[in-house]
């Protein structure tokens, strides 16, 4: 490694930019919405999903407008972030980022259905974002 390489590791000028749930250009690059596939299925089908990178995982929800409030507080516990869904009344999304593997995907997907039932709604499914490769 030359004296710019070390250099750049040395200030970090070489790391990517951090990736938060709101960052531009992400795709989404996996989804899982059919309960009888696996969780690994999904990703092992997904061409475009990036599995040494960072993720911003995306649960659909459906919650009574009730438990919004409720939900919000449980999932901030765990890092995520409740927002409006754009699929219709009563939908939302849990976000957070985090690098996928199969069965953190699982567990978590499991939770999510938990969670919901518990609280009187559905979780239909989760979906994939990472940036547009570039």
Avoid: N
């Avoid at 516990?77 to 409740?82: A, H, I, K, R, S």
């Avoid at 997907?109 to 559905?122: E, H, K, N, P, V």
């Amino acid at each position: 490694m030359g004296m710019l390489g070390w250099l750049r590791e040395r200030l970090g000028g070489d790391r990517e930019p951090e990736l938060l749930t709101g960052s531009p250009g992400l795709v989404v690059v996996v989804e899982a919405f059919d309960p009888a596939e696996a969780d690994s299925a999904a990703l092992a089908r997904s061409p475009r999903w990036r599995p040494d990178r960072p993720a911003v995982l995306r649960h659909h929800l459906v919650l009574p407008p009730d438990q919004v409030e409720r939900a919000a507080s449980m999932l901030a516990q765990d890092g995520y972030e409740l927002r409006p869904s754009d699929r219709g009344p009563g939908c939302w999304e849990a976000v957070r980022v985090q690098v996928l593997d199969a069965l953190h995907c699982a567990q978590e997907r499991s939770r999510m259905a938990g969670l919901t039932q518990r609280l009187g709604g559905d979780a239909p499914g989760w979906d994939a974002l990472q940036p547009e490769p570039g």
